[in-house]
């Protein structure tokens, strides 16, 4: 297993020969207008993916699969809804099936507790995509977990450390865990996905999942940076994969 980190949240998953396309932000640069409500007003993605057309095009006719972890732009935006083949599996949480059927895809899976795909079982889990009644406002979100064999993927999906991440960690003890940084967050409120504080709480988790770090650098409202999430890893005497965007990362 090994997986593609191209930005935000947008990873490509290679599994035993299968492809899978996780959260497609696929629009260029400044494509997007601002997170409203936030502390600048820098249009989205700030940043160009890492793949010149050709690449892009070869990566979309490799797909086997499709998972969106919930539909909030920054991870299935409109050029995704309209470049990407109608007619693979997409694995979605039950709230999001009938928009994302009216949006042309054919084989729409809802995941309302486990599928089994390819013999890689897919099991939704639960977040809190923020605190109080911001936090409210941005759900519904879920994560995934991707198991085959003795291999365990945590995908956590737009969540801060709460007890639901716990949870998923105690229950499946992944080997690697995803979870979504950067500290978003509006002009109130507390941040919507994991501080370093959050992500520090996840690697120390006695699971000891092995941790990515993505969600930094490319949303307006992102105000974590890749470079201070490392030094706070670091200080705490931990170790984090947080990788730039379009490394590959190695798994098993």
């Not at 797909?63 to 809804?81: E, G, S």
């Not at 507790?113 to 939704?124: D, L, P």
């Not at 009644?133 to 085959?148: D, R, T």
């Not at 995908?155 to 003890?173: M, Q, S, Y």
Request: charged fraction near 20%; aromatic fraction near 6%; glycine fraction near 6%.
């Amino acid at each position: 297993m090994r997986i593609h980190y191209l930005r935000n949240t947008t990873l490509l998953i290679e599994w035993n020969n299968k492809n899978i396309l996780v959260d497609p932000m696929l629009g260029v640069k400044d494509s997007l207008d601002p997170v409203p409500n936030a502390a600048n007003s820098i249009r989205n993605p700030m940043t160009e993916l890492p793949l010149d057309d050709a690449a892009l095009k070869e990566l979309l006719s490799s797909l086997d699969a499709i998972l969106v972890t919930h539909r909030h732009r920054d991870h299935w935006d409109v050029t995704a809804q309209a470049i990407l083949p109608k007619s693979i599996p997409l694995f979605c949480q039950p709230e999001d099936e009938s928009t994302i059927r009216e949006q042309a895809f054919t084989q729409v899976i809802p995941v309302v507790t486990t599928v089994t795909w390819e013999n890689i079982s897919i099991t939704r889990t639960g977040g809190q995509h923020g605190t109080g009644e911001i936090g409210k406002m941005m759900a519904p979100v879920s994560g995934f977990v991707l198991k085959e064999g003795n291999s365990t993927l945590y995908i956590a999906g737009d969540t801060i450390w709460c007890e639901e991440v716990a949870t998923a960690l105690d229950t499946f003890r992944p080997d690697y865990v995803v979870v979504n940084a950067g500290a978003a967050q509006f002009l109130q409120g507390d941040p919507i996905t994991m501080t370093a504080g959050d992500v520090i709480k996840t690697i120390r988790h006695p699971a000891q999942p092995k941790v990515i770090a993505v969600h930094m650098g490319a949303i307006n409202h992102c105000y974590l940076s890749r470079e201070a999430l490392r030094a706070a890893v670091a200080a705490e005497k931990l170790t984090a994969i947080v990788p730039e965007q379009g490394e590959w990362i190695q798994l098993v």
